[in-house]
């Protein structure tokens, strides 16, 4: 295993953990103003939203890149990295053998090393 592929794996932990924790929302609230402890701000404040303790631009660019993949290849790197599936599990879940669902992941780690090469050195 190389260093790139290293880089590369932490990566998609890190994104996996982005995933889970609501990263992707795209700007969309964390709480509903349905939600029996959401409140409004108080007069004079404006709404402000939680500050990130760290950057998720790394997370961002993962998050595109796996987008681009194939509906195949996206779908072990979810349950791979998101879902914490073994290839058993997801062989199991889409009907395919292991050794298949190992293949994908394969080719969805060469195609995200290209794409995120640049952005991961």
């Given at each position: 295993m190389t260093?790139a592929d290293d880089?590369?794996?932490?990566?998609?932990?890190?994104w996996g953990a982005?995933f889970?924790a609501?990263?992707?929302?795209?700007?969309?609230?964390?709480?509903s103003i349905?939600?029996p402890q959401w409140m409004p701000?108080?007069?004079g404040?404006?709404?402000?939203?939680?500050t990130?303790?760290?950057?998720?631009?790394?997370?961002r660019q993962v998050?595109?890149?796996?987008?681009?993949?194939?509906d195949?290849?996206?779908?072990?790197?979810?349950?791979k990295?998101?879902?914490?599936m073994?290839s058993?599990?997801?062989?199991?879940?889409?009907c395919?053998?292991?050794?298949?669902?190992?293949?994908r992941?394969?080719?969805a780690?060469?195609?995200l090393?290209?794409?995120l090469r640049?952005n991961l050195a």
């Amino acid at each position: 295993m190389t260093d790139a592929d290293d880089r590369l794996r932490h990566a998609l932990d890190l994104w996996g953990a982005w995933f889970n924790a609501g990263g992707c929302g795209d700007g969309f609230p964390r709480m509903s103003i349905i939600h029996p402890q959401w409140m409004p701000p108080a007069a004079g404040k404006a709404a402000m939203l939680p500050t990130a303790t760290h950057s998720d631009l790394m997370e961002r660019q993962v998050h595109a890149a796996i987008g681009k993949l194939s509906d195949k290849l996206l779908i072990v790197v979810v349950g791979k990295w998101a879902r914490r599936m073994s290839s058993a599990q997801m062989a199991l879940e889409l009907c395919v053998t292991s050794s298949a669902v190992d293949g994908r992941l394969l080719r969805a780690r060469l195609q995200l090393g290209q794409a995120l090469r640049l952005n991961l050195a």
